[in-house]
């Protein structure tokens, strides 16, 4: 790939080297506290809001019928009696060992629904980053080379649409009409994708493609503004000079320039993916994590909530470090040290 | 034992008129059974005497049936449970001594046990139980296991929560006669319908006595412990689907007559349940939403239902804060209720039934006729509103009454109602609420601490005898009593009604009891739940139509597809 004033660009030493491990270690450990301080901050909240997790545990009736007796030996067997730093201790334990603990009810371990519906919404997270990248780049292009044309004001038109529509109101809107209109009906129960694919794909598409088109709203909207300032720049003008055919100057010389914000707005938006897919897994009756953490938090299975809060914290972070590096990747004068 | 006949019409709702008659006939059937002194039948011949067959002729064997309802328990024992979620899985694996009939819905018919009598005194119930039934895992059935059931449901160990044990409060001691002969002794006599019906409760199943030794008594993380059932656990996928298989050594031959039952879990009156249903992922959905319910009824190939379910909706009012401890002023309260306009608010959401403080479809309750012509039920409501600002007056609040806290219990109909109750007493009576609606977890919690004026929710019960739930909801230490209401008269009246075993007199009392609750009342009634299943009509053996709630019959022994 020829990039603008001749540099070859791709990972310099200092990109894939030491340098890059370096970074990535730094940031893994500044990312530590973060996580730390998500850690406390939902402990904390899930034992500060009111509603008693005894309520889901013995239905209505049977916690109406708890003596106090029995109340403080089953907080006490659920670890809710020990002193808050104790129960914390406890849980940072759990997570060392890879159980996560276990949920109030059933006695499930965390580690188990994570393995089972994680797989399925991490499929969800990506096709939606897919989806978005697929609708959004074309969409910013275009928009972009016809400022002020007639398909750029549908666009952007559109676009906005897409920006102000919640994704659980446009996820329920699929259902109805497929289930109408075609009679359709996605599958009830989580298959995974190495189980039956196909089967696996009908459960992912219609979440993903709902989460996928509110960022590919976003990210259309920033390729454009970025792509109109690159084709504003000097070295673009002068690939023009030299004859570049129009298509080549876009996709060749000003797009990756133009990509640097846009994959950092694609990093952030992962956070509203992970927050998104919650409504949305729910709007589409998809039982992936999502599903899981309300139905917890209706529960109030404490255990399952915390964790789930800390792994979509985790995951979050770590998006992010993987933007920054795709900086080195993109732009060549940035380098990791 | 009563045999009910086909319904003309797929559709039809059952009306209280009929829905009394079946009860009647019910009970005679209960009655016929449990006669003393009544000529009986050889154990053996007794036993093949009686076996459950489909309702209609000819029913199909095989395949498998994909029932959606709430079935991601937050455990898994059904004695301690009091939701769908468990008895709605878990209730096809499991028998009862006696049971509803599920092609009724009512009749107490023999189960485990093939027949039992009734000391004369009343106060020994003996079950003679079938011999040659085993349990999933290929243990015999003996009366020791019926022992060990109901000697935990009936005296729980600590720790054990079980919401029937107040049924069965008379019963002194349990002894195994034999290893297929069971008697229950009683402290004193009860009516004799209120204890079968307690025996006869969809969530007293029997299990294994090794099976509790096991397990400390406590079956709440015991994913599948045997029962001897028509259908047995194959595979879990939690909170997603549960799959049993016919039993093949069920001692009711030829049930089941479905080689696979497949659970799926929905929350009830959820658009995901409708939707399975309509997409064809489904065979049958309980607890629709009314939308569903009407769109299947629309549609050729399906069908619903409307049934009775065992819910008040009710507004607490907390008795402790000044000035609910006021009769005049929970009356005034309860009189400025549009009940008919409260049931228009939410009937695209799920149906209700008028009523006051007896369950209005059952024998005790007052008719309908006369209920609307009471104050607080009339159609016109404007009777009602200036008997209600008169007792205000009397009571010295005639100006109203600011800031009162309003709990409301996340749900649609919760919600919808209290912005409704909240303009009703605005209006009749100048009072100012503000609406604190909060999650079920949190709503229990308020209540029962006390954290409110008012409260919005709703309360089951077990039995449709008032002995339940005037206990539980009305009595002093009634766990359901969150208003903390106390009428001294009215406790007295509920020992008498527990104790009287002549139907006439007993139905008297209960009459009085509402007399006094309607003057003096402990929670303000909204309206009863009504509950809809829907289905493909291919579906063959379920009769929802007739049931008292939806916890008795569960067990799809009878359903059979024809297809």
Redesign the interface.
């Known amino acids: 790939m020829t990039w603008p004033g001749g540099t070859s660009p791709g990972w310099t030493s200092e990109a894939t080297g030491p340098g890059v491990l370096k970074y990535l270690l730094r940031r893994l450990i500044f990312g530590l506290p973060t996580l730390v301080g998500i850690s406390i901050v939902i402990f904390v909240v899930m034992r500060v809001l009111p509603g008693d997790p005894l309520v889901a545990m013995f239905g209505a009736e049977g916690f109406q019928r708890l003596n106090p007796g029995d109340r403080a030996r089953i907080m006490s067997d659920l670890g809710l009696s020990d002193p808050l730093p104790v129960q914390y201790v406890h849980w940072m334990k759990d997570i060392a060992s890879g159980s996560f603990g276990r949920s109030f009810f059933r006695g499930d371990r965390v580690s188990e629904l994570v393995l089972h519906r994680g797989p399925l919404s991490a499929e969800i997270g990506l096709l939606s980053v897919l989806i978005s990248w697929l609708v959004g780049l074309p969409v910013g292009i275009t928009s972009a080379v016809r400022p002020n044309s007639l398909a750029d004001n549908v666009v952007r038109s559109v676009s906005v649409l897409f920006l102000a529509i919640p994704g659980f109101w446009l996820g329920m809107l699929i259902v109805l009409a497929s289930l109408f209109w075609f009679h359709y009906k996605a599958p009830l129960v989580v298959v995974q994708l190495w189980e039956d694919p196909w089967t696996n794909f009908q459960l992912a598409i219609g979440p993903a493609t709902v989460l996928g088109l509110g960022q590919g709203a976003y990210i259309a909207r920033m390729t454009r503004s970025c792509l109109l300032e690159v084709i504003g720049e000097d070295y673009v003008r002068t690939a023009r000079a030299k004859g570049v055919a129009e298509r080549l100057v876009v996709v060749r010389h000003a797009l990756p320039n133009a990509l640097l914000p846009v994959i950092t707005v694609s990093g952030i938006l992962m956070g509203f993916v992970l927050g998104g897919s919650v409504a949305v897994e729910q709007a589409f009756g998809v039982p992936g994590l999502g599903t899981a953490l309300v139905t917890a938090i209706v529960e109030r299975d404490i255990v399952v909530v915390q964790n789930l809060v800390l792994l979509y914290g985790v995951i979050f972070m770590l998006v992010n470090v993987l933007v920054d590096l795709s900086y080195a990747v993109l732009d060549p004068r940035i380098h990791h040290e | 034992m009563a045999e009910p006949s086909a319904s003309p019409s797929d559709s039809e709702t059952v009306d209280r008129r009929a829905f009394l008659k079946r009860l009647a006939v019910a009970a005679g059937g209960v009655v016929i059974e449990s006669l003393p002194g009544r000529s009986r039948p050889r154990a053996g011949a007794a036993e093949e005497a009686f076996r459950l067959r489909a309702l209609e002729p000819d029913p199909k064997r095989g395949g498998t049936l994909r029932y959606g309802v709430a079935s991601?328990?937050?455990?898994?024992d059904i004695h301690?449970?009091?939701?769908v979620a468990n008895i709605g899985a878990q209730g096809p694996m499991y028998d009862n001594l006696i049971r509803r009939d599920p092609r009724d819905g009512q009749t107490i018919i023999p189960d485990l046990a093939h027949r039992w009598d009734i000391a004369p005194d009343g106060k020994g119930y003996t079950f003679h139980l079938r011999s040659g039934v085993k349990f999933h895992d290929g243990a015999d059935f003996t009366a020791e296991d019926v022992k060990a059931t109901f000697s935990r449901i009936i005296w729980p160990p600590?720790?054990i929560?079980?919401?029937r044990?107040p049924l069965f409060s008379a019963v002194s001691e349990i002894r195994a006669l034999g290893p297929h002969k069971i008697e229950f002794r009683l402290k004193e006599p009860r009516p004799r319908g209120f204890m079968l019906s307690a025996f006869a409760s969809g969530w007293n199943v029997i299990v294994r006595k090794k099976t509790l030794e096991e397990n400390d008594y406590n079956l709440?993380?015991t994913?599948n412990y045997p029962g001897t059932g028509p259908f047995r656990h194959v595979s879990r996928?939690?909170?997603?689907?549960w799959l049993m298989e016919r039993n093949p050594h069920y001692w009711n031959t030829p049930l089941p007559y479905l080689d696979r039952l497949a659970v799926?879990n929905f929350a009830p009156f959820s658009?995901?349940l409708g939707?399975?249903l309509?997409?064809?992922?489904?065979d049958y959905a309980r607890i629709v939403d009314t939308a569903t319910l009407r769109r299947a009824q629309e549609q050729p190939g399906m069908t619903g239902a409307t049934y009775y379910q065992s819910v008040v909706d009710a507004v607490w009012v907390n008795t402790r804060h000044k000035p609910f401890g006021d009769p005049r002023v929970r009356r005034a309260l309860h009189l400025a209720l549009d009940r008919h306009a409260l049931i228009d608010v939410v009937k695209e959401a799920a149906p209700y039934l008028l009523g006051g403080f007896v369950y209005p479809f059952s024998e005790w309750a007052t008719p309908r006729n006369e209920m609307i012509q009471r104050l607080g039920y009339q159609l016109d409501p404007k009777p009602a509103v200036e008997e209600a600002r008169r007792l205000m007056a009397a009571a010295g609040y005639a100006a109203g009454l600011r800031n009162v806290d309003f709990v409301v219990r996340e749900g649609t109909s919760w919600k919808l109602w209290a912005v409704a109750i909240q303009a009703m007493l605005k209006e009749a009576l100048d009072i100012e609420t503000k609406l604190r609606t909060?999650?079920?977890?949190?709503?229990?919690?308020?209540t029962?601490g006390g954290n409110f004026d008012l409260s919005i929710g709703a309360?089951?019960s077990t039995l449709i005898d008032p002995s339940d739930y005037f206990n539980a909801w009305y009595g002093k230490d009634g766990?359901?009593n969150y208003s903390k209401w106390h009428d001294p008269a009215f406790q007295r009246l509920v020992a008498q009604i527990d104790r009287e075993l002549d139907d006439r007199r007993r139905r008297a009392l209960v009459r009085q009891g509402e007399t006094i609750l309607e003057q003096d009342p402990p929670f303000l009634p909204v309206a009863w739940e009504q509950l809809s299943d829907a289905w493909y009509t291919y579906v063959k053996g379920q009769q929802p139509r007739h049931i008292f709630g939806i916890y008795d019959v569960a067990r799809w022994d009878v359903a059979w597809l024809d297809k």
């Not at chain 2, 991601?72 to 898994?76: D, G, K, L």
């Not at chain 2, 996928?237 to 689907?241: A, G, H, L, Q």
Request: net charge negative.
């Open positions: 991601s328990p937050a455990h898994f301690q449970s009091g939701t600590t720790g929560v079980i919401p044990s709440r993380q994913p996928k939690k909170d997603e689907v799926y658009p995901e939707a399975a309509l997409g064809g992922k489904l909060v999650q079920i977890s949190a709503f229990f919690e308020e029962q309360i089951v766990p359901q």
